[in-house]
């Protein structure tokens, strides 16, 4: 049997180590020897002997943040040994090694997995408030090990060295050092020119040192979620 099809970029990559590596753009292939987190749904292929354990957002108490807030990522746990291949929607993977000291905050709709010796919390974007019906709550990966992020399209990296302002749908990840802000596109001078068709339209703004990696899409906004997100701005406070 020939085809096109069967060629080597198309092939299984095989490592000697365990752990995450890229399949190819738009898919991860983790070499499991232990445990491992990854978003409920986004397995499409498994070899070996896995398990998979459905951990809601991470436990019970993150759980309760993500009722309350509408963010968070619905987990489960990979554990065994085996290969485990993971993607969402056929959009570009990318993968992020963290050190000891490093803190990445991200979008939980961008979360593809992540190693299970990184501790994650949720927590309010700096100067939200009630302002948005979307992104006033985001992830924030610590600790030592390599997460898994998509992106619709090719995204752009921006080093935050000034003043720097993006649509919320469309910021992934940013360092968790900068300080964050959210603005009515009234107060900036864009007025309707952000896109938006129904609801207020807002921008998030950074400043300090460090990055924000900004996708070529915007995310839409999660149907019914600005009562949702209005009473996780109010209890905010509570869950930090």
Not at 164 to 172: E, G, I, L, R, W
Not at 208 to 215: L, M, P, T
Request: one cysteine or more.
């Amino acid at each position: 049997m020939r085809s096109a099809l069967f060629s080597a970029e198309n092939l299984e990559k095989e490592s000697q180590q365990p752990g995450m590596r890229l399949q190819n753009s738009k898919m991860l292939k983790i070499e499991l020897n232990g445990e491992a987190m990854a978003r409920v749904g986004s397995m499409v292929a498994y070899q070996g002997q896995v398990q998979f354990q459905a951990l809601g957002s991470g436990g019970i108490g993150k759980f309760i943040k993500q009722r309350l807030t509408g963010e968070g990522v619905p987990l489960m746990k990979l554990s065994g040994r085996g290969d485990v291949f993971l993607a969402e929607l056929a959009k570009d993977v990318h993968i992020i090694d963290l050190e000891p000291g490093d803190a990445l905050s991200i979008n939980g709709s961008s979360v593809l997995a992540f190693d299970s010796t990184l501790q994650y919390d949720i927590k309010m974007v700096g100067g939200a408030g009630m302002a948005s019906s979307s992104g006033l709550f985001n992830c924030v990966f610590t600790g030592h090990g390599r997460i898994a992020v998509t992106t619709k399209g090719t995204p752009v990296v921006l080093n935050v060295d000034q003043p720097t302002y993006v649509d919320p749908q469309a910021a992934v990840c940013w360092s968790a050092n900068l300080q964050t802000g959210y603005h009515r596109a009234e107060q900036l001078g864009l007025g309707t020119l952000l896109g938006r068709s129904t609801g207020e339209a807002f921008t998030m703004s950074f400043a300090g040192q460090g990055f924000v990696v900004v996708q070529p899409s915007e995310e839409p906004p999660v149907p019914g979620s600005g009562a949702q997100q209005q009473q996780g701005g109010l209890l905010g406070g509570l869950l930090q």
